[in-house]
């Protein structure tokens, strides 16, 4: 059956409804007030990074005069129009957030940004010291004419617009230079970047902890130190978006040269997603910038309050002031791994299961440390996708290059966003003796694997470790991840493979048991899904369950639209984008789409198959996106331990069934909360209570001490 | 933890082929065990060079060069101590092949053993017997094919026995570098290759009756892509045997046939360089299907490199072997057969050649298993040349066996046995013998003191009619004496042995006799 447009939902529209259920997170009164702040940070960053990838590639798309591909059927143009005005709203209710209820609270306990015209002279002078000593220097006015305003506005950075009077000063190379604005005789116009390498927050002392002005009104505050001679008559703070979207290298070679010229053609008309102007703002600032930038109406968004909350997040990291945050939660021991057994026999004994942030993410870092300094490991194979130089992973990685192990890692410069943090620590590695590893040519290698080879006394053993998130230590302790820990020799062969894939030291042939994209991944899915329909058609139960980030393949939704059709049970949970239109009579009535925002970044992806009764269970780096299963390497990974098999099947049907944070996708594309009595524990509560109940059993089960029996006294 | 010290030995074993470089990293446990560990593949067009101009081109050799130090790297992953690296039919046609081995051998370390068919044939054949052990010993024939890139290996048993060994110059690769290959249509190109393959399979059948084969068995990096795809697309594990249905087989090479190498690789996710060759595999597996009267095809997991690993296993375990002996054997007497020996006394001279071997073992000769084989194949055809014509029938069976195809027998071997065949009778070698004297030293000591033990043995049979049994050996300060229990019937023989002992007493430094052994 051909599925209609309508049957789809909007890509761009759902993103947006996604980063909703973020905001209303944050809107909750039921959670805390500096995570209320830190989901608002979250809804920025999010639209910071929508504004620059998905506007982006939706204005080039109008630019030349395409459609795009999105199976609801939308054109380009008709999406910008509503995503601009969804976005206006959305950036509405976070700032009626930010001023209305989330900031007054953290004021009430404490918390005080000061505006320069609320310092008293001690803090006015400790200003001046910070201005001087660090700030200062960091300076770099731009003098503002049409043609090169482009490459002087940086991306994603607060700048401060400047009007003045005064004799035309003169622009030297080394000297803060303004320009004319031609349009105004006698007065003149200045940019300057707001120095993004320091905090946003600078604290003053006061009789309050928590009190700091924001490094803009540090800038604002001493800007007649820039412009000596100068009137300032007006100011404004703005923050410019530019088009981000860089996907070429990742399109098929028959979109190429098309791609390549809507870049070029970008370029020119559309470079400026996004104009940010902070209130207040005169009408003179709106145009100048408008004008200047070449960004019309539709692109320019008043901001209510503070530019930019993403650094707003460093303030959950304050001391004290615990009862403003969730109650910590620290990553549980792993039973199997607690206290100082031996990893290595502990695998051997049985695959292991890590549930991350709720089990902790060092049993990974062990198990690489522990690699590093063992006489019997020979080589450590990796992925390293997203990960930080401060990392104890990387660490780990240089101790055993110095110990002489053979450390092979495939670097993924292409991780948006991290390009230059990888480079960097990627440069350290090789100094070490690492060797590096520069990703595939037109492949981004999102998989997450390792692999250590040891030699033990019996034979060589291949550890394994599989995982749907990277190896990231911060991340980890607030995404939700699975991991997989596993000596059987079948995954070792096939990792060593992988290994040797994206290494290009060999081709792939066939796979024991891994489904790789963008070869194969693709028609296994496929192939589980037809097969349930198969058993479904045959009047058998058949189930499919999935977690996903994201859900936007017309392919891989059409196979669950014929699967709901045959009878087949499909229980989805998607965090984020979801095209699939649950609940359609005739298409997808056998479908439920529930999304869950919590505390943790719902991240990992598992997938069931009830195959006639034999449990099929999978983790997968893979989303159900075009790009990840065309253009991506990633993985499926067969769970087989059947008591592994049987915690994830259950952590399904915990996530499905959360309707203290789930919502719900209806047939009309909108989330809504379940009707009707609501559990008061989420799954992420359930899923914490669960490994500390389980840590909780193996420390009790293990004696503290070992006690000696003495023998019987001889009677 | 406790860290005894790790017994097994970390190996590795590759091939340079027509299209592609392979190797299987292996560990092999004290007992000869062997456990794969890694089996990466890397595409290289040495055929296509070699197939088309007879060399290697500058692009090529450097691309060997890529891959192999690759390979090393992954040796070095798992601290591999021992490696071999053959090279087969692309490599052993190259004209430029010695400078070929040696410039790889100057920027990697590598050397490359370029070696023959026939050996090509062993090795895969060991691989296989090892997995498929009895079930090759059916009373039909069972035949065992691998399509290469440059060459198809062909071994056909009977009972278990090899009855005949060819490697045929029909390759995947090989057959697209056919002249007019390249440009015709696709159509137009099938009807060239099914022309080619289909005058190979006569000249097979001239050989053998194919349709007394019950139980056929396919190798090769194509036929196991087939068995995945046919198995659902799931790997089957290394070793596994797995067996597909001959209509199955010829659905799945009908429907390949009409795609297109681009269309190969988008259906079934399979590299390009796999998808070029497949088409043509599957043509050339089908043919000789088709001519046998086998209803499924059978197809272990194994390859070439299994066969040097086994190789390698041995070595490093000091075990196995036998049973391979027992096939160059068979293979022998296969070949006696064809050219009408005779049996009774070929036997019995083979039987008496290796009982003087092993006496003389010990003090006079210090030769291996491996000599004392060639003797055995020597015993066995010694006559053979008899078919052409009585008159200087040791020259005949000379040049037979150096041109037959003899089963686990390298050239080099089969020199060595031809020589040893030609001095059974009349001249001992001499300086002026101008094959004897291209024999390097070492195998030109072997020939005397094997052509010296068939000389007596031959004598002992010299009525072809076996009379001379249970004999017993004596070394004495006057000589070596032959001790039978019936002298006195053994006059032919005694002459006989006056007549072509010359050569032992040579070799040996004694003279040897025939007497009545002490009641």
Same mark, same amino acid.
């Given at each position: 059956?051909?599925?209609?447009?309508?049957?789809?939902?909007?890509?761009?529209?759902?993103?947006? !409804?996604?980063?909703?259920?973020?905001?209303?997170?944050?809107?909750?009164?039921?959670?805390?007030? +500096?995570?209320?702040?830190?989901?608002?940070?979250?809804?920025?960053?999010?639209?910071?990074?929508?504004?620059?990838?998905?506007?982006?590639?939706?204005?080039?798309?109008?630019?030349?005069?395409?459609?795009?591909?999105?199976?609801?059927?939308?054109?380009?143009?008709?999406?910008?129009?509503?995503?601009?005005?969804?976005?206006?709203?959305?950036?509405?209710?976070?700032?009626?957030?930010?001023?209305?209820?989330?900031?007054?609270?953290?004021?009430?306990?404490?918390?005080?940004?000061?505006?320069?015209?609320?310092?008293?002279?001690?803090?006015?002078?400790?200003?001046?010291?910070?201005?001087?000593?660090?700030?200062?220097?960091?300076?770099?006015?731009?003098?503002?004419?049409?043609?090169?305003?482009?490459?002087?506005?940086?991306? /994603? =950075?607060?700048?401060?617009? !400047?009007?003045?009077?005064?004799?035309?000063? +003169?622009?030297?190379?080394?000297?803060?230079?303004?320009?004319?604005?031609?349009?105004?005789?006698?007065?003149?116009?200045?940019?300057? !970047?707001?120095?993004?390498?320091?905090?946003?927050?600078?604290?003053?002392?006061?009789?309050?902890?928590?009190?700091?002005?924001?490094?803009?009104?540090?800038?604002?505050?001493?800007?007649?130190?820039?412009?000596?001679?100068?009137?300032?008559?007006?100011?404004?703070?703005?923050?410019?978006?530019?088009?981000?979207?860089?996907?070429?290298?990742?399109?098929?070679?028959?979109?190429?040269?098309?791609?390549?010229?809507?870049?070029?053609?970008?370029?020119?008309?559309?470079?400026?997603?996004?104009?940010?102007?902070?209130?207040?703002?005169?009408?003179?600032?709106?145009?100048?910038?408008?004008?200047? +930038?070449?960004?019309?109406?539709?692109?320019?968004? =008043?901001?209510?309050?503070?530019?930019?909350?993403?650094?707003?997040?460093?303030?959950?990291?304050?001391?004290? +002031?615990?009862? /403003?945050?969730?109650?910590?939660?620290?990553?549980?021991?792993?039973?199997?791994?607690?206290?100082?057994?031996?990893?290595?026999?502990?695998?051997?004994?049985?695959?292991?299961?890590?549930?991350?942030?709720?089990?902790?993410?060092?049993?990974?870092?062990?198990?690489?440390?522990?690699?590093?300094?063992?006489?019997?490991?020979?080589?450590?194979?990796?992925?390293?996708?997203?990960?930080?130089?401060?990392?104890?992973?990387?660490?780990?990685?240089?101790?055993?290059?110095?110990?002489?192990?053979?450390?092979?890692?495939?670097?993924?410069?292409?991780?948006?966003?991290?390009?230059?943090?990888?480079?960097?620590?990627?440069?350290? /590695?090789?100094?070490?003796?690492?060797?590096?590893?520069?990703?595939?040519?037109?492949?981004?290698?999102?998989?997450?694997?390792?692999?250590?080879?040891?030699?033990?006394?019996?034979?060589?053993?291949?550890?394994?470790?599989?995982? =749907?998130?990277?190896?990231?230590?911060? =991340?980890?302790?607030?995404?939700?991840?699975?991991?997989?820990?596993?000596?059987?020799?079948?995954?070792?062969?096939?990792?060593?493979?992988?290994?040797?894939?994206?290494?290009?030291?060999?081709?792939?042939?066939?796979?024991?048991?891994?489904?790789?994209?963008?070869?194969?991944?693709?028609?296994?899915?496929?192939?589980?899904?037809?097969?349930?329909?198969?058993?479904?058609?045959?009047?058998?139960?058949?189930?499919?369950?999935?977690?996903?980030?994201?859900?936007?393949?017309?392919?891989?939704?059409?196979?669950?639209?014929?699967?709901?059709?045959?009878?087949?049970?499909?229980?989805?949970?998607?965090?984020?984008?979801?095209?699939?239109?649950?609940?359609?009579?005739?298409?997808?009535?056998?479908?439920?789409?529930?999304?869950?925002?919590?505390?943790? /970044?719902?991240?990992?992806?598992?997938?069931?198959?009830?195959?006639?009764?034999?449990?099929?269970?999978?983790?997968?780096?893979?989303?159900?996106?075009?790009?990840?299963?065309?253009?991506?390497?990633?993985?499926?990974?067969?769970?087989?331990?059947?008591?592994?098999?049987?915690?994830?099947?259950?952590?399904?049907?915990?996530?499905?069934?959360?309707?203290?944070?789930?919502?719900?996708?209806?047939?009309?594309?909108?989330?809504?909360?379940?009707?009707?009595?609501?559990?008061?524990?989420?799954?992420?509560?359930?899923?914490?209570?669960?490994?500390?109940?389980?840590?909780?059993?193996?420390?009790?089960?293990?004696?503290?001490?070992?006690?000696?029996?003495?023998?019987?006294?001889?009677? | 933890?406790?860290?005894?010290?790790?017994?097994?030995?970390?190996?590795?074993?590759?091939?340079?082929?027509?299209?592609?470089?392979?190797?299987?990293?292996?560990?092999?446990?004290?007992?000869?065990?062997?456990?794969?560990?890694?089996?990466?593949?890397?595409?290289?067009?040495?055929?296509?060079?070699?197939?088309?101009?007879?060399?290697?081109?500058?692009?090529?050799?450097?691309?060997?060069?890529?891959?192999?130090?690759?390979?090393?790297?992954?040796?070095?992953?798992?601290?591999?101590?021992?490696?071999?690296?053959?090279?087969?039919?692309?490599?052993?046609?190259?004209?430029?092949?010695?400078?070929?081995?040696?410039?790889?051998?100057?920027?990697?370390?590598?050397?490359?053993?370029?070696?023959?068919?026939?050996?090509?044939?062993?090795?895969?054949?060991?691989?296989?017997?090892?997995?498929?052990?009895?079930?090759?010993?059916?009373?039909?024939?069972?035949?065992?094919?691998?399509?290469?890139?440059?060459?198809?290996?062909?071994?056909?048993?009977?009972?278990?026995?090899?009855?005949?060994?060819?490697?045929?110059?029909?390759?995947? %690769?090989?057959?697209?570098?056919?002249?007019?290959?390249?440009?015709?249509?696709?159509?137009?190109?099938?009807?060239?290759?099914?022309?080619?393959?289909?005058?190979?399979?006569?000249?097979?059948?001239?050989?053998?009756?194919?349709? &007394?084969?019950?139980?056929?068995?396919?190798?090769?990096?194509?036929?196991?892509?087939?068995?995945?795809?046919?198995?659902?697309?799931?790997?089957?594990?290394?070793?596994?045997?797995?067996?597909?249905?001959?209509?199955?087989?010829?659905?799945?090479?009908?429907?390949?046939?009409?795609?297109?190498?681009?269309?190969?690789?988008?259906?079934?996710?399979?590299?390009?360089?796999?998808?070029?060759?497949?088409?043509?595999?599957?043509?050339?597996?089908?043919?000789?299907?088709?001519?046998?009267?086998?209803?499924?095809?059978?197809?272990?997991?194994?390859?070439?490199?299994?066969?040097?690993?086994?190789?390698?296993?041995?070595?490093?375990?000091?075990?196995?072997?036998?049973?391979?002996?027992?096939?160059?054997?068979?293979?022998?007497?296969?070949?006696?057969?064809?050219?009408?020996?005779?049996?009774?006394?070929?036997?019995?001279?083979?039987?008496?050649?290796?009982?003087?071997?092993?006496?003389? &073992?010990?003090?006079?000769?210090?030769?291996?298993?491996?000599?004392?084989?060639?003797?055995?194949?020597?015993?066995?055809?010694?006559?053979?040349?008899?078919?052409?014509?009585?008159?200087?029938?040791?020259?005949?069976? &000379?040049?037979? %066996?150096?041109?037959?195809?003899?089963?686990?027998?390298?050239?080099?071997?089969?020199?060595?046995?031809?020589?040893?065949?030609?001095?059974?009778?009349?001249?001992?070698?001499?300086?002026?013998?101008?094959?004897?004297?291209?024999?390097?030293?070492?195998?030109?000591?072997?020939?005397?003191?094997?052509?010296?033990?068939?000389?007596?043995?031959?004598?002992?049979?010299?009525?072809?009619?076996?009379?001379?049994?249970?004999?017993?050996?004596?070394?004495?300060?006057?000589?070596?004496?032959?001790?039978?229990?019936?002298?006195?019937?053994?006059?032919?023989?005694?002459?006989?042995?006056?007549?072509?002992?010359?050569?032992?007493?040579?070799?040996?430094?004694?003279?040897?006799?025939?007497?009545?052994?002490?009641?």
């Amino acid at each position: 059956m051909r599925y209609q447009p309508r049957h789809f939902i909007n890509r761009e529209l759902s993103w947006l !409804a996604f980063n909703e259920r973020v905001l209303q997170e944050a809107e909750d009164p039921k959670t805390p007030p +500096l995570n209320q702040l830190a989901f608002l940070s979250i809804v920025s960053s999010n639209l910071d990074e929508f504004a620059m990838i998905r506007v982006g590639s939706l204005r080039r798309l109008v630019a030349a005069g395409r459609s795009g591909d999105c199976p609801s059927g939308l054109s380009a143009c008709q999406l910008l129009d509503q995503v601009g005005q969804r976005m206006r709203d959305m950036v509405g209710r976070q700032y009626e957030c930010f001023n209305r209820r989330v900031w007054p609270a953290l004021v009430r306990r404490g918390l005080r940004r000061l505006l320069p015209h609320e310092l008293t002279a001690e803090q006015r002078s400790h200003i001046q010291q910070v201005f001087d000593e660090q700030v200062y220097p960091l300076l770099t006015p731009l003098g503002i004419d049409q043609q090169r305003a482009f490459d002087h506005v940086a991306d /994603l =950075t607060i700048h401060i617009l !400047a009007r003045m009077a005064g004799p035309a000063p +003169l622009a030297a190379a080394d000297e803060p230079a303004t320009v004319v604005d031609k349009q105004t005789p006698g007065e003149h116009v200045a940019v300057v !970047a707001i120095p993004t390498g320091l905090p946003r927050m600078i604290v003053v002392p006061a009789s309050d902890e928590h009190t700091f002005v924001l490094i803009e009104d540090v800038v604002l505050m001493h800007l007649d130190r820039l412009f000596e001679g100068q009137k300032l008559l007006e100011t404004a703070l703005f923050r410019v978006t530019r088009n981000g979207d860089l996907s070429v290298e990742e399109s098929r070679d028959e979109d190429f040269l098309a791609a390549m010229s809507e870049v070029l053609i970008g370029r020119k008309e559309s470079e400026m997603v996004r104009l940010e102007l902070a209130e207040p703002a005169s009408p003179w600032a709106g145009q100048t910038l408008g004008r200047l +930038l070449e960004v019309d109406d539709a692109q320019i968004f =008043t901001i209510p309050g503070p530019l930019d909350l993403k650094p707003f997040s460093s303030l959950l990291g304050l001391p004290g +002031l615990s009862e /403003l945050r969730y109650q910590p939660w620290v990553p549980q021991p792993v039973p199997r791994l607690a206290g100082d057994v031996d990893v290595w026999q502990a695998i051997r004994e049985g695959d292991i299961l890590l549930h991350h942030p709720y089990e902790t993410f060092d049993t990974v870092v062990r198990l690489l440390q522990e690699a590093a300094a063992d006489k019997g490991v020979l080589a450590i194979k990796q992925v390293l996708y997203r990960t930080s130089g401060t990392s104890k992973v990387i660490a780990a990685l240089e101790q055993a290059a110095a110990n002489g192990k053979q450390v092979s890692v495939l670097v993924e410069l292409k991780a948006r966003f991290d390009e230059a943090r990888n480079i960097e620590w990627s440069r350290r /590695l090789e100094r070490a003796g690492v060797q590096i590893v520069y990703g595939l040519a037109a492949l981004k290698v999102h998989a997450k694997a390792l692999m250590i080879v040891r030699r033990e006394p019996d034979r060589i053993r291949r550890y394994i470790h599989l995982a =749907t998130g990277n190896y990231n230590e911060s =991340t980890a302790q607030l995404y939700t991840d699975f991991g997989l820990l596993t000596c059987d020799d079948d995954f070792g062969a096939d990792v060593a493979s992988f290994f040797n894939m994206i290494t290009g030291y060999s081709l792939p042939s066939g796979w024991r048991k891994l489904a790789v994209a963008p070869r194969g991944l693709r028609n296994r899915l496929l192939h589980l899904i037809r097969r349930e329909i198969e058993r479904a058609n045959a009047g058998r139960n058949a189930v499919i369950m999935l977690k996903l980030n994201s859900l936007s393949d017309r392919e891989m939704i059409q196979a669950l639209y014929d699967a709901s059709r045959a009878g087949v049970k499909v229980r989805l949970n998607i965090r984020g984008v979801c095209c699939l239109r649950p609940g359609v009579k005739g298409i997808s009535d056998n479908i439920e789409v529930v999304s869950i925002v919590g505390r943790f /970044l719902e991240h990992s992806r598992v997938l069931y198959f009830r195959n006639g009764g034999q449990d099929e269970v999978y983790l997968s780096s893979a989303d159900w996106m075009p790009r990840n299963l065309d253009r991506r390497v990633e993985l499926l990974v067969p769970v087989e331990s059947p008591p592994l098999k049987q915690r994830l099947i259950e952590s399904l049907q915990t996530c499905i069934s959360d309707t203290a944070k789930g919502r719900w996708l209806g047939s009309n594309g909108k989330y809504t909360r379940p009707a009707g009595a609501r559990q008061h524990k989420s799954s992420q509560q359930a899923f914490m209570e669960l490994a500390e109940q389980a840590a909780k059993a193996m420390a009790e089960q293990t004696p503290r001490e070992f006690q000696v029996l003495k023998p019987p006294e001889p009677e | 933890m406790s860290q005894t010290v790790p017994t097994n030995t970390l190996v590795a074993a590759l091939d340079i082929g027509a299209s592609a470089i392979r190797m299987a990293i292996a560990e092999i446990t004290p007992a000869g065990q062997i456990h794969v560990l890694e089996t990466p593949a890397k595409p290289v067009a040495i055929g296509r060079d070699v197939f088309t101009s007879g060399r290697i081109s500058r692009s090529t050799r450097d691309e060997v060069i890529t891959v192999l130090r690759g390979f090393k790297q992954l040796m070095d992953a798992y601290q591999v101590k021992l490696s071999r690296v053959i090279a087969t039919s692309a490599l052993r046609e190259a004209v430029d092949r010695d400078t070929f081995v040696d410039w790889v051998f100057v920027r990697t370390g590598i050397d490359i053993e370029v070696i023959e068919g026939i050996q090509e044939n062993q090795l895969t054949f060991a691989a296989v017997q090892n997995v498929l052990g009895d079930r090759l010993a059916v009373a039909e024939d069972s035949l065992i094919i691998e399509v290469g890139g440059g060459s198809t290996e062909l071994v056909i048993l009977h009972s278990g026995q090899i009855v005949l060994s060819q490697t045929l110059p029909l390759g995947a %690769v090989r057959l697209q570098q056919r002249p007019g290959s390249r440009e015709a249509t696709a159509q137009a190109r099938r009807r060239l290759f099914r022309r080619e393959i289909s005058g190979t399979v006569e000249n097979i059948l001239r050989l053998r009756d194919l349709k &007394r084969v019950r139980f056929f068995v396919a190798l090769g990096s194509d036929m196991r892509f087939a068995a995945r795809i046919i198995g659902q697309g799931v790997e089957p594990p290394p070793g596994q045997v797995v067996t597909l249905p001959a209509d199955r087989f010829d659905a799945f090479g009908q429907e390949v046939s009409r795609l297109s190498v681009d269309e190969l690789v988008d259906r079934y996710s399979m590299p390009f360089a796999d998808a070029e060759t497949l088409v043509p595999a599957m043509m050339i597996y089908s043919a000789f299907i088709a001519s046998t009267g086998a209803d499924q095809i059978v197809v272990p997991m194994v390859s070439i490199r299994d066969g040097l690993l086994l190789e390698i296993a041995a070595m490093v375990s000091g075990r196995g072997g036998s049973d391979f002996a027992r096939q160059i054997v068979a293979s022998a007497r296969a070949t006696g057969e064809k050219y009408n020996y005779d049996e009774k006394h070929a036997l019995h001279v083979t039987m008496l050649a290796l009982a003087l071997f092993d006496e003389l &073992r010990s003090h006079e000769h210090q030769l291996t298993d491996r000599e004392r084989l060639m003797l055995e194949v020597a015993g066995i055809l010694h006559d053979i040349g008899m078919f052409i014509n009585t008159a200087a029938h040791h020259k005949h069976s &000379r040049y037979l %066996v150096a041109s037959s195809e003899l089963f686990g027998l390298r050239k080099a071997d089969k020199e060595i046995i031809a020589e040893v065949v030609r001095y059974h009778r009349k001249s001992i070698p001499q300086p002026t013998h101008m094959e004897y004297m291209s024999l390097p030293r070492a195998d030109r000591v072997v020939v005397s003191k094997l052509a010296a033990i068939l000389r007596v043995a031959d004598a002992l049979d010299r009525s072809h009619l076996q009379r001379v049994k249970d004999v017993k050996f004596q070394r004495r300060t006057d000589g070596f004496a032959i001790r039978v229990s019936n002298v006195e019937e053994l006059s032919v023989e005694r002459s006989g042995l006056a007549a072509k002992g010359n050569l032992f007493e040579e070799v040996f430094g004694m003279p040897v006799v025939l007497e009545e052994a002490p009641a």
